[in-house]
């Protein structure tokens, strides 16, 4: 299980990059008022999805593995995973939205400023810095 934790975290890391970086890329393409800064935003916004789509999936698929190798063991006493996994599951529809706001951009129907995405970038970091913390702390 060890290898499956250690793959679970190296894609949780590629997720987390492209979590950190799209909202920037938002924050930057709201700001941006001509026609080739536009284009070239829409393309970095889509690779940038595919690669963080391509981090989250294995993230989830790995991490469900874990849970079901743990499952007898862990699941009735820990009260850490359940709150995890809630912010998980949180951190999914975030990935989900960034995904309807990147078809919003390529489409020309952004209806967010930059600042409403500077705030939207914030999100990710405070559900990783909890999770970190009740994976590794186990506080209950």
Request: proline share 4%; net charge positive; hydrophobic share 55%.
């Amino acid at each position: 299980m060890l290898w499956i934790k250690a793959f679970h975290i190296i894609f949780m890391v590629t997720w987390f990059a492209g979590l950190f970086y799209l909202p920037r890329l938002f924050v930057y393409h709201a700001e941006c008022h001509d026609e080739p800064g536009n284009a070239r935003f829409k393309v970095m916004e889509h690779k940038l999805l595919v690669i963080m789509t391509m981090g989250a999936v294995p993230t989830v698929i790995l991490g469900l593995w874990l849970l079901f190798g743990y499952w007898r063991e862990a699941w009735p006493h820990a009260g850490w995973l359940h709150l995890k996994l809630l912010l998980v599951t949180t951190l999914v529809g975030y990935h989900l939205y960034c995904w309807k706001l990147v078809r919003d951009f390529r489409a020309d129907r952004n209806r967010h400023g930059h600042v409403f995405y500077r705030w939207f970038n914030e999100f990710p970091a405070l559900i990783l810095i909890a999770v970190v913390i009740l994976a590794v702390v186990k506080p209950f």
